[in-house]
Structures are given as C-alpha cells and as structure tokens.
C-alpha cells in the first residue's frame, strides 16, 4: 500500500494512544497489579451511557498507567489536548495497619490530594489493598479498618471514590472474587464518567469558540483543531463512527463558510484560503496524522485543497478503520465536486490544468485505496463509486489532453511544454511527506507525451467501461464513456473504434427511444459511415435524419440530398424499414362490387422526408389466406376488415344501454364498451418491436402505383390490383408494403395484420341467353343465342370455336340452314369489354319416345375454345328441352264393343297447329290382320290449334266382326296401333314435324259382365231407408265362350263401399267359382245404408282366382283383369235412400 | 429551482422534458439517461419501504446533479439541479417530486390523455415550469 504516511516525529498516531491513568502511593504494589489491571480493564466492553440523550455506545476501554508526576500534570491539565492528558488519577496502598496510617499514609494522600485540589480534579481514586495472611486469617478483624479511616477522612461524600479490594495475586483463589470484579466495573465507570465530564466540557469550550465566529480575528483553523481534539479523543476510544461524526460536522461547517462567503462579508481566516493556488499535489489518505499538516493549519499555512484533503484524509482513515471502504469511494466524488465548487465560488485563482491535475491524482488514489480492499462483497461495493470516479477522470484528463496539446491530433507548442512544466512542478512541491508517489509518476508519465498521454487515456476509459458494465450499468459504459471514447477516436482518426462506439450508444437510445440522442448520435455515425465508406448505413442514417423532426429543417434537406447523391453515386441496392420515414395513417380496400376484389387499395400515409421525391413505385404484397394461416396460428377471420385507420384504434366503439325494468318501464341509461376486453388490455406494457428485415422476394403479388410523388405530410394514394388474372382464387391479405424512393432505395414495412380482400377466380362459363321464363322445346326448332363469358385466367385471343352436342341435339348457326352435331365457327369474334362473346344459334332436338311420358329431355353442348398456342378450354353448356305435347291413349269398353281413344294436351306457350290424324290397328301376330276402324271423330278441319293446357281427343271404334261370341277369336289378344299426325307452331305453319305415336292393346277382350243393385230387404217398403238393411245383389255373367265354358273358372270379388255411407254386414268378399258350363252367377250380400239420399251403390273389385293346388304344389293367387277384361254395367249407378222412419211417422 | 425536469415511461423512453436553458438539454438528456441505470439499479436490489418513491441523488457531475424518483408504475421522475445550488436541500427536492407526481396523477385522470402518448398537458407543463423557475 503506497499511501502516504508522515514518519518519525512528525507521525502523530492515534492508534498509539491510550486513556491515560496516573497511580501514586505503593509503586510497587502497583507494579505488580498494573497488568492485571488493565487487562481486565479491556476484558470486556462497557456501555457508555452520555447525556443529553445520544446513543449509548459499547466501549472497550485500554488504558495506559503512568507514574503521577505532578509537574507533568500541571502541564496536561493546561493544555487542551484531549489526546495524552491523564483522564484519572489513583492512590494505592496496601497499609492496613492504623498507626502506620496515622503517621505516614495519611500525609502522603493529604499531599497527593492537594495535587488534585490544585488542579480542580474530581477524577481521583483511592483503592487500598488488602493483602490478608492466611496464617493471621482467624485473627479478630479491628473495629475500624484503615480503609474505614481513609474514607471518613478523603471520600466523605464520595464513598464511590474509595475502594478496597484483596489482592489478587497473592490471594490467587480469589483472584475472580466480586470485590475485584467490582474495583474493575468502578474503575470503568469512574473513568467513562470522567471521560463524559471532559467531553462535556470541551464541547463547551468548542461552543463557545464557535459563538464567537463573527470575531473578526476567530479563525476556523484554530477552531478545526479544537473540535478534531474531540475527534482525536472518540478515536482513541475507539469510537471510529462518532470521531467521523465531528469530521463530518467541520466539513459541512467549512461548506456552509464557503457557501456564505459570496453573500456575506468575507471572513478574514477565509481570505487567507483565498490565495492563488500554487499546490495541487493530494494526500488523500493517511493512517497517521500529520504533525506539521495540523501546525501548518495552525498557521494557516494550507491552500484551500490541502486543507480538503486533510479533511478527507481524515475521514477516509476513520472509514477503513471503521472497515468501510466503499464509503471511502462514495464520499470521493462528492469530496471532488465540492472541492472543485469550493474553488469557483471562492474566486480562487488556479493556473490551468492544476484542478484537473488534483482531481486526477484523487481519483487515483482512491482507486488505489479501493484496489486494497480485500473483501470481495466490500470490493463489489466499491466498484459502484469507483467507475463514476473513472469517468470523472477521463473527463479530466481530456482537459488536461486539450490544454497541454497532449490530444492524438495535434502538436504541443512551446507553451503547452511550458504549461506541463508549470503543473507537474505544482505536483511535486508542497509536502515533504513521502508522498503517494504512484499517482503523481503515473500523471507525470502520462503527460510527458502525446503517446503516453493516449495510452493512460485509454487505459482509464477502458477501466472506466469495464467497470460500468462489470455493475450492468450499460448506459453509463456505453453513452457515458462509449461517447468520450468516440469522441477521442475522432482526434486519433481511428474512425472504424469511433463508429463501434456510436452504434453501441445508438443502439441504447433507440431502445429507450430517445430521439433527440438518436439524432445527435446519428448526426456523428453519418459521418463516420461516410469516412468508411459504409453505403448501406450511411443512407440508412442519413435517412433517418431527414426524416426526424427534432432536427432543423436545413440539417434534414441536407441529409437527404447526401444520401440521393450517395445513392446515384453508388450501386448498392438499399432496403430499410419504413419506421420514421414514412408514417402509415389509413388502409383502405375498396372492393368493386361485382367481381369482389379490389380495384383499388387507398394508402394515407404521413411523409416525414424534407422534400417532395417521385417514386417509381409503391406496391403492397399479399399473402393467400391459406398460406397466411400457416404463418400465422392466431387467424382471425371475424378481425379482418377491409379497411384499417391506425389511429382508430383509440376511438372506443360505444353503444347506449338502456335497461329496463320487468314491467317494461325505463329503468336506467348508460353507454358501454362493446369488446372492451381488447381495449383494456395494457398496450404500454409491449415494448417497442425493434422493425425486422424483409426480403425482396416477398414481393410476388402486388396491388401497386407506379411514379407517385409524395410531397411532406400527408399523402393520399390510390394503388391497384394487377395481373389478378394469374392468381388463385381465395382470401388475399395485405402483407408488406414498398416504398421505392429511388431505383435503388427501398422503403419496406409490414401492413397491420387483417386487412384482406377476397378474389373470385371466375371460370370461363357459356349458358344459352333465354328471354325471361322462356324454355326451349323439343322437337321444333328454336333460336337461342350462346353466350361465352371468358374467365379470369383465358386468354384473350381465341382463334377459333369449336361446338358438339349429345346425340339427339343438333344445330346451326343463325344462318345456316343444315343442323349438324358439331360445327366449327371461326373468328375475328366480337369479343365484348367484359371478355364474352354472343354466338347466335339454332337448336333442334329430336322428340323422345313419348311412351314413357317424358317431361324434359337433357342435353349437353361442349364449346371448345382454341388459341393459336395449342392451348384449349373446354367449356360444358347443359340444355334442358321441354315437350311441346304429351300424347295419352286408352282403351274404351261397352259390353263386348270396344274403342281407341287419343288424346294431345298442348304445353307450349305458343300455339299448336295440328294436322288430320290418321291411326292405323294391327292385330299382332299369329293373324296380322288390319284392324277395321271406325272413325268417330267429327270432321277434321285441315289445321286443329291447340293453346297452351288444351287437350284435343280423338276416338275410333275397333270394328271387331261380330258381337257374336262365336266370332271373339278372330283378333288377336293382342292389337298394335299407330297413331300418325303433323304439327308445327302455329307462327310457322311450314316447319312442320311429324308424330308418330305407337302403342298397344292386350286382352282387351270383355270377360265378364257384371250388374248389381242394391234392394230392400223383407217387407219394409220400396225404398231403402237409412239404418235398414238392405240385400245388395251383383249378377255376374260370363263371355260365353265355347272353350272357356268347359273349365271351371274362379274369381274373387270385393265390395267396395264409402265407409261413410254404407255398412257392409255380410261377407264383403268371397270366391265365386262358375262350374263348367255355367254361365251366371249371383251374390246377395246385406248392406246398411248409413245416410240418406242418393248414394252410390257399393261396387266391386273382381280378380281372377287360381285355387291352391296340392298336386301340382301350388298356392292360391289372385290375378287382377286387364282393361276392358270385366264389364260393370252398373257402374255409376246410385240409389235413393229414405231418411229413418221416425216414431212420430209411424204413430200417423 | 430546479435545471431540468424530465418524465420517463416504465419502457424508459422521455414522456417529457423540459429544461431551464434550452443550451443545456442535450447534456442533461444525456445524464438523465445515463441515470435511468441508476434507478434501475435501485429498483432492482429492492426498495425496504415500498411507500418510499424517492430515490435520492443518482447522479452528480461537477455542474448537475440528478434526482429520481419513481412511481408504482415504474414512471420515471428526474429533476436536474445545479451543484452548486447548495441551497436545495433533500426536503425541497422531494417536495418538487410531490408536486410532479401530484400533477402527472391529475394528467393521467384525464380520459383524453392516452397513457403513453407523449405529454403535452398544459396544466402539467405549468406545474413542471414552476418547478424550475422555482415559484410555485
């Protein structure tokens, strides 16, 4: 450790003095007491209780003894050392024998206690000792003790003052005994006591002295070295806190002196402070005191910094012997500013550079100091005062630099050596103490040379980091010292250091977003970036400068026309966020309405660019939804919007909100929050994203404008869609938005996340353009124009079409005349604005079999469009053809006569011309033979119009041979008709279509013949009554056939009734079987009419009945009659039922 | 009387300052941000008394010392006063803390300031600029 430390003589040291105590009497009974003595003095602590209610303190106390000398006392009682005055006085003897204290002892205490008298000392004590004999112990003790004796005669009223005690080392066994524990707590206490007095007294004394400050001729020195005297004396007591204290007290004292000094008179001791300073050597710590330091500030010898120094010097020991080094390093930078202060407001002339030479040679030694310490949690502490310590110095050092020349960019001149000279001699002179020597050669060293003056520059700026960042206090290390740093590599020209710096202090004010450091940093970096050449960065900056508003409007337009030169200048491509350049205000998609994607995207943004620039491009990118959902997991559709104001987000969306009570009156109003969840989140907590890079080849589908200007403020901007005809279909999102500046300066930003649009992909599609409810028929001809509606992704350019049908379709076009199921039409097209093309064409398509009764008949028309590449498109057209007519026949039976009937129900919402029909009978095979028919048809007009609904029918009569039974065989069982006509609509008579409609008859023949009626059963009248059973009678005869007669044929009947009007009460079914031969047979079933009136008699439901069979193995069944097969010849007839015959009939 | 005084958002960023000698705001932004270490530093060992907002002097150089002091919210106060205006003492200094804190809660219970947005209340300007002519 190199502090400096005053030696011999001159070294006043606290440490080596005691509380000192003066013994008289038996020297050498003393002698052999004075060890055990003060060591169990200083065995264990004492509390030290002090008026005026200050806090009580442990105190150790170790004494010295000291031979009273009554001269030496005189003297130390004048003297107003604290320090090496005798704090208490004792008188030991050891006589216990009466007459030897009569005759001598008493003298001898009588003289030593007029010494005390003399001297006005109250702090006395006497102890005598009692050596016991063992031998004599049983002797009877004497009535009064020598003891007894001294104290009537010296301690009347202080009985505390006269002790007794056994001694110890010849009474080893009592040696702990409580007379010897009780002589040592009265002697401790007796001596804080006197201690306490003294104190009390000399802080009277200090007082006083200090009431008498405005005497012209008080001096604070003289008054310093009183109070240090206290301070002196608490640090022999080992009281290292409350010695501070009274430091403490003289320093703010001294402060507050200096503080005055402007305002008031001047005070004569401070004017001799006040001298031109010669010295700036600093001792800043001595474990010692400076004899010749304190004469000298008796004298008033010390210039203002000496005296500080003394001062802090004195503080500083007590803190390390207090073990707090820390407080050391603490106190230092406020000792330095203050001292400093001190300096300017005493008007105190200093040569140059001397304040920053002693605040470097402080700084040093503390740091010195600080190195010193040992424990590491101690050490930790310090480094937190040492690096501002660091800094100051750097800072210091810089001056120092400037004013000698010593900085790496220039040369020291004849008078900068001079000035060197001037300050390391102010350095040496002073003390002639050894002093701390390490920090003056380190100084001197380091202003010997421009080279060495660097290396301790960075040597301390380096520590100064190190230290700042080893705390984590980044933004001192990096704006505090990173920005003197740079600040130096700009003398020494070592530009690539200078920009490290910068960009780390950037980087600390852009994350704290301090835009006035931003732009004094930025201001620095450009340049820098200019100097190394750095393209990229330089525009960067420069950008940013131009676009900052704390900057002046020259600065901004300057930049800016620096970084446009650059840019031509150079060919590096540039791609910056957009950030603070340009301010993105307003997203609007404006979707067209009929195809649903965006005409137009409408971009307010804000421009912070000094001047008007035109851009080659603006463009947005998008993103497809789908590949938008793998980006992102969070997706949202209900967010999305189409529009999107970036302010908005602080208008709350309200809403009133009314209640009311359950009877529907108004209870109360309010407004409300809707979605309020998302707007109380905390937004401040997010910090601020730094921007991320983009790439260029995000940029695939762009909505863009080309060559926009944008002028300063707000700018209003149209962008759209291109070449959506490549893009598929879906949910686009808008993405990142470009701003190219310059051909090579791009803008890029992220679009605010749900701002979409939706693109229909629309297929080329063909559809026949029919008049409102119009349909197209089948079988005639009809005119229809096809319309083609290219889609999205077509081409353009279609070189020729191709068109084929289903089979049973044909066409042509509108002026050909042959139908034809496939035909090429060939171009120029008129291709229309919206990409479709309108093919007139005629349709036929051919009548379906009509037997099935179809309703529609379908068909297909493919369009194959070709370009001149190869490329097709096929497109499918469905066509739905409806029947003009539907034809419907039946068969028509009068006991054996039989009749064809046809009937044609028109469904065209034109008229129908329909010419004579004709109809043609074939009995099928084995006889083939034309069957004579017999038209019953009125006379035919040429042409028959049918409107839309209205059937026409027509009827013949199959002109069977005979009626005769006999004959029924001729014909087949089976008659195939066809049915020929022509028909045409009515506007085109001359385009007319033949039908031909063909169908068959089978079994036509009549079987059976069936009459029933319904009669009154008994005796009750002629007429059926309601609720009288009635007989129902059914008569069936068969064809008589000769074949047929022979076999026995069964049938089964079923009588059918209206539930509501009759009851039927006998068996409602039953098998008939006609015995070979037979030709009749009749039934007689009971019925009940149920109501009155005319009712329709029941009827009856006849199958033909096969009987089970056990040898051939088969079961019964029942087969129904074919058309025309049974005959009811009652069919239709109704019956007149009486109402009930009531009792009041009867009784007439 | 105060050089400087400067509001500082929980993310650190200026919310508003305002100084004496428009000369000196450059200097004195870079010590107010230099001390935004300091009160970090103080936040993070833990404050004993939770109610205890001020933070003392964080930082002093030979013209400026920088006073903090630090709301719930980790809001930022900073007043910057000469050194050499011994005058000041602690007292004042937290006085002049209250009187900021006190009119930057009224500036916060006005629904049309946006938390976070930077300040431009006239009331809390008033406040702040009698704080460094130093009649309030």
Not at chain 1, 1 to 16: E, K, Q, V
Not at chain 1, 1107 to 1126: A, D, Y
Request: aromatic share 10%; charged share 20%.
């Amino acid at each position: 450790m190199t502090t400096a430390n005053p030696i011999g003589g001159d070294a006043l040291r606290i440490s080596d003095h005691k509380p000192l105590i003066t013994y008289a009497g038996d020297k050498e009974l003393f002698e052999n007491l004075k060890l055990v003595l003060s060591q169990s003095l200083s065995q264990e602590p004492i509390e030290w209780r002090r008026q005026y209610a200050r806090p009580m303190k442990m105190v150790t106390l170790s004494t010295e003894f000291v031979p009273f000398n009554k001269d030496a006392v005189a003297e130390q009682i004048n003297s107003r050392n604290l320090v090496g005055r005798p704090i208490m006085h004792t008188f030991w003897t050891q006589c216990l024998d009466m007459e030897v204290y009569k005759s001598l002892l008493r003298d001898e205490i009588e003289k030593w206690m007029f010494e005390m008298n003399k001297h006005n000392i109250i702090d006395w004590v006497i102890v005598v000792v009692e050596t016991y004999d063992l031998r004599k112990h049983n002797k009877l003790l004497p009535r009064t003790t020598v003891f007894d004796k001294i104290k009537s005669d010296f301690a009347e009223k202080k009985a505390d003052r006269c002790l007794s005690v056994i001694n110890p080392p010849k009474s080893e066994v009592r040696c702990g005994s409580s007379a010897w524990r009780a002589l040592i707590a009265n002697v401790r206490l007796l001596i804080l006591s006197a201690f306490d007095r003294l104190f009390l007294k000399y802080e009277d004394n200090i007082r006083n002295y200090r009431e008498q400050r405005n005497d012209p001729s008080w001096s604070f020195c003289k008054y310093f070295l009183y109070q240090e005297e206290l301070a002196f004396a608490l640090q022999m007591l080992g009281l290292h806190d409350e010695a501070l204290v009274q430091y403490d007290e003289l320093d703010a004292m001294f402060t507050q002196f200096i503080l005055n000094s402007p305002v008031g008179n001047v005070p004569h001791w401070l004017t001799e402070f006040q001298g031109v300073l010669e010295r700036w050597s600093a001792v800043l710590y001595m474990e010692n005191i400076s004899r010749t330091q304190r004469e000298a500030i008796k004298n008033r010898k010390l210039s203002l910094l000496e005296f500080r120094c003394y001062l802090f010097s004195r503080q500083a020991s007590l803190l390390m012997a207090a073990s707090k080094p820390w407080q050391v390093a603490e106190r230092a930078l406020i000792f330095l500013h203050q001292a400093v202060s001190d300096l300017k407001t005493l008007e105190i002339d200093c040569p140059k550079g001397s304040v920053a030479c002693w605040v470097l040679q402080c700084c040093a030694q503390i740091l010195i100091i600080c190195q010193t310490v040992k424990k590491s949690a101690h050490l930790e502490e310090c480094s937190h005062h040492t690096a501002p310590l660091l800094y100051y110095s750097l800072k210091k050092l810089y001056e120092l630099g400037e004013l000698c020349g010593l900085l790496p960019d220039s040369v020291q001149t004849t008078e900068q050596l001079h000035t060197v000279q001037v300050l390391c001699s102010g350095m040496q002179s002073g003390h002639d103490l050894t002093a701390a020597t390490e920090s003056v050669a380190t100084l001197k060293t380091a202003l010997s040379s421009s080279e060495t003056f660097s290396k301790h520059y960075l040597d301390v700026a380096e520590l100064a980091i190190s230290t700042y960042k080893h705390n984590k206090l980044m933004r001192c290390a990096h704006s505090l010292v990173g920005l003197e740093l740079a600040k130096f590599y700009t003398l020494s020209g070592d530009t690539t250091k200078r920009t490290a710096f910068l960009v780390k202090a950037l980087k600390l004010f852009e994350q704290d977003n301090w835009k006035l450091l931003i732009v004094q940093t930025n201001l620095e970096l450009v340049k820098c970036f200019k100097k190394i050449g750095n393209v990229d960065q330089f525009v960067k900056t420069c950008l940013q400068l131009a676009s900052s508003s704390e900057c002046n409007i020259q600065v901004r337009q300057n930049h800016f026309d620096q970084m446009l030169s650059m840019i031509q200048e150079s060919n590096v491509e540039c791609f910056y966020p957009m950030d603070g350049v340009i301010v993105l205000d307003q997203i609007d998609v404006k979707s067209n309405d009929e195809d649903n994607y965006p005409s137009i995207v409408s971009l307010k943004f804000k421009s912070n660019l000094p001047r008007n620039v035109v851009c080659p491009k603006i463009s947005i990118s998008v993103v497809i939804g789908s590949a938008m959902k793998k980006m992102k997991n969070k997706f949202n559709l209900a967010k999305s919007t189409y529009s999107y104001d970036i302010k908005k987000d602080n208008v709350l969306p309200m809403a009133y909100n009314h209640n009311y009570q359950q009877d529907g009156h108004f209870a109360s109003t309010g407004i409300l929050c809707l979605n309020q969840k998302s707007y109380l989140k905390r937004q401040d907590s997010q910090r601020r994203k730094p921007s991320t890079n983009f790439n260029k080849n995000d940029f695939h589908d762009i909505i863009s404008a080309n060559s926009v200007t944008i002028t300063p403020g707000i700018n209003v901007i149209d962008l759209t869609l291109n070449n959506s005809k490549n893009m598929e279909s879906g949910i686009y999102f808008l993405d990142k938005l470009s701003i190219l500046l310059e051909s090579r300066l791009e803008l890029l930003t992220s679009v605010p996340f749900g701002l979409m649009f939706a693109l229909k992909n629309v297929n080329s599609t063909a559809r026949l353009d029919l008049s409102d409810n119009q349909c197209l028929f089948a079988g005639v001809e009809e005119m229809s124009i096809l319309s083609l509606q290219f889609g999205t992704k077509s081409k353009k350019i279609i070189d020729k079409i191709q068109l084929h049908s289903t089979p049973g379709l044909t066409f042509c076009m509108k002026d050909d005349t042959e139908f034809c199921s496939e035909i090429y039409v060939k171009s120029p097209f008129s291709m229309s604005s919206n990409n479709s093309v309108s093919l007139p064409i005629k349709l036929f398509a051919q009548l379906p079999p009509l037997k099935d009764n179809p309703k529609t008949v379908h068909h297909k028309l493919w369009v194959k469009c070709e370009t001149s590449l190869d490329d097709e498109e096929v497109i499918c057209v469905s066509i739905d053809f409806s029947l003009p007519f539907t034809v419907a026949y039946r068969l028509h039976t009068c006991h054996y006569r039989k009749f064809v009937g046809v009937n044609i129900t028109c469904h065209t919402d034109w008229s129908l011309a329909l010419r004579e029909p004709k109809i043609i009978g074939i009995s099928q095979p084995p006889t083939n033979v034309m069957v004579k028919l017999t038209s019953l048809n009125s006379t035919f007009k040429p042409l028959t119009y049918l409107e839309n609904g209205e059937t026409i029918g027509y009827l013949w009569e199959i002109d069977l041979p005979s009626t005769d039974i006999n004959t029924l065989g001729i014909l087949a069982d089976s008659l195939k008709f066809n049915f020929q006509t022509n028909y045409s609509s009515a506007r085109k008579l001359d385009c007319s279509h033949d039908l031909n409609f063909e169908f068959t008859f089978n079994n036509y023949k009549t079987l059976m013949l069936i009459e029933s009626g319904v009669e009154v059963a008994g005796k009750s009248g002629e007429f059926c009554r309601m609720n009288t059973v009635c007989t129902y009678t059914a008569n069936f005869k068969r064809t008589e056939h000769p074949k047929s007669l022979q076999n026995e044929i069964s049938f089964k009947y079923e009588i059918v009734v209206d539930k509501t009007m009759w009851a039927v009460c006998g068996r409602g079914s039953d098998v008939i079987t006609f015995p070979a031969n037979s030709i009749t047979q009749s039934i007689s079933v009971e019925v009940m009419p149920l109501m009155s009136g005319f009712l329709p008699i029941p009827t009856l439901n006849i199958f033909r009945y096969y009987p089970s069979n056990s040898r051939q193995n088969t079961e019964s069944k029942m087969v129904p009659f074919s058309t025309g097969q049974v005959y009811n010849a009652t069919k239709g007839v109704q019956t007149h039922v009486l109402p009930r015959v009531t009792t009041d009939a009867s009784f007439i | 009387m105060a050089l400087c005084v400067a509001v500082v958002s929980k993310e650190n960023a200026p919310k508003y300052v305002a100084s004496l000698n428009p000369e000196d705001e450059l200097q004195i932004q870079y010590e107010i941000h230099s001390s935004i270490d300091f009160v970090e530093e103080k936040l993070k060992t833990g404050k004993k008394d939770m109610r205890e907002l001020y933070l003392g002097l964080l930082y002093s150089t030979e013209n400026h010392k920088v006073y903090g002091y630090v709301t719930n919210t980790k809001v930022k106060f900073f007043v910057v006063i000469d050194s050499s205006n011994l005058l000041l003492r602690d007292n004042e200094i937290r006085f002049m803390f209250r009187k900021l804190h006190t009119a930057y809660t009224d500036l916060m219970c006005n629904p049309f300031y946006i938390p976070g947005d930077y300040i431009t209340s006239e009331n809390f300007d008033k406040v702040a600029r009698g704080i460094l002519t130093g009649n309030s």
